[in-house]
C-alpha cells in the first residue's frame, strides 16, 4: 500500500498563503498525487492531483518535489471557508486507495 | 447533473438487525468503494469493486457485505456481526485510467439503537 505522512493540524491566519506538507518516500513512478478536502459532516472534495510537474487550478496549486517524496498543497489566500481536513493520497492504477488521518487546517480571521 | 447519491442521510439500526446503505453513481465510473469514518478519524476502507460482479475487500470488511450487479450501483449491508457500526459511511466512484481520482457521495450517518 502506497502510504503518506502529514502534519495533524495547522494553523493559518485568513488572507495569507497556506503550504501543506506531505512526504511519501515510498512513491512508485506511476503513483498519482492526489489531494481532498473534507468539511464537517460531508464526503471528502477532490482539489488537485499530479504526477511529476507542479500543477494549479482554480482552487489550489500543488508543488512536487524533484525526487517526488513529498508534495506541499498551496492555498494561495485562505479563507474561513478553507478550514477542513485535508488529505495527500497516493493513487495506484490497479491498488486500492488508502487515506490516513489527514492535516486539520484552522483558519485564523 | 452527475453524480454519486446516497441514501438515506441518517439510519437508525437495532440490535441484531441486518441495514442496508444505497450508493448509486450516474457518471458512468467503473470503480467504486465503501470507506467507514469514526469521529476524528480518516478513511477505511471497506470494499471496493473494479467491474461490475467483482468486488474485493478492503482493510475492515468484516461484518459488511456488497454486490455490484449494475454498473451504477454498490450497496452496502451492515450485518449483525458488525459490532460496532456506529459511522458515518461514505461511497465513492474512480473513472477508468490511470489517474483514479474519486468522486464522492453525501454519506450516510448510521447510528445504533
Known amino acids: 500500500d502506497a502510504k503518506t505522512t502529514q502534519p495533524n493540524s495547522m494553523e493559518s491566519n485568513e488572507e495569507e498563503p497556506v503550504h501543506l506538507p506531505c512526504n511519501h518516500s515510498?512513491?512508485?513512478?506511476?503513483?498519482?498525487i492526489h489531494w481532498y478536502r473534507q468539511l464537517p459532516s460531508q464526503g471528502p472534495e477532490y482539489v488537485i492531483h499530479?504526477?511529476?510537474s507542479n500543477v494549479n487550478n482554480r482552487m489550489a496549486s500543488l508543488a512536487i518535489a524533484e525526487d517526488r517524496k513529498s508534495s506541499t498543497l498551496i492555498l494561495h489566500r485562505a479563507t474561513l471557508r478553507d478550514a477542513a481536513v485535508y488529505y495527500c493520497?497516493?493513487?495506484?492504477?490497479?491498488?486500492?486507495?488508502?487515506f490516513g488521518k489527514g492535516t486539520r487546517l484552522h483558519i485564523l480571521p | 447533473d452527475g453524480g454519486i447519491t446516497q441514501s438515506p442521510k441518517y439510519l437508525f439500526r437495532k440490535e441484531g438487525q441486518n441495514v442496508t446503505l444505497s450508493c448509486e453513481q450516474n457518471?458512468?465510473?467503473?470503480?467504486m468503494y465503501w470507506y467507514r469514518q469514526d469521529p476524528g478519524q480518516g478513511l477505511r476502507l471497506i470494499y471496493y469493486?473494479?467491474?461490475?460482479?467483482?468486488?474485493q475487500k478492503g482493510d475492515i470488511a468484516e461484518g459488511y457485505s456488497v454486490s455490484r450487479e449494475k454498473k451504477e450501483s454498490f450497496p452496502l449491508t451492515v450485518t449483525s456481526a458488525q459490532k460496532n457500526p456506529t459511522a458515518f459511511y461514505l461511497c465513492?466512484?474512480?473513472?477508468?485510467?490511470?489517474?483514479?481520482?474519486?468522486?464522492f457521495g453525501p454519506g450516510t450517518r448510521l447510528l445504533v439503537l
Open positions: 465513492a466512484s474512480t473513472p477508468g485510467g490511470g489517474t483514479k481520482t474519486q468522486y
Open positions: 515510498t512513491i512508485s513512478g506511476t503513483d498519482y
Open positions: 499530479g504526477l511529476t
Open positions: 493520497i497516493l493513487s495506484r492504477r490497479d491498488d486500492k486507495i488508502i
Open positions: 457518471l458512468n465510473h467503473d470503480a
Open positions: 469493486s473494479q467491474i461490475v460482479n467483482d468486488f
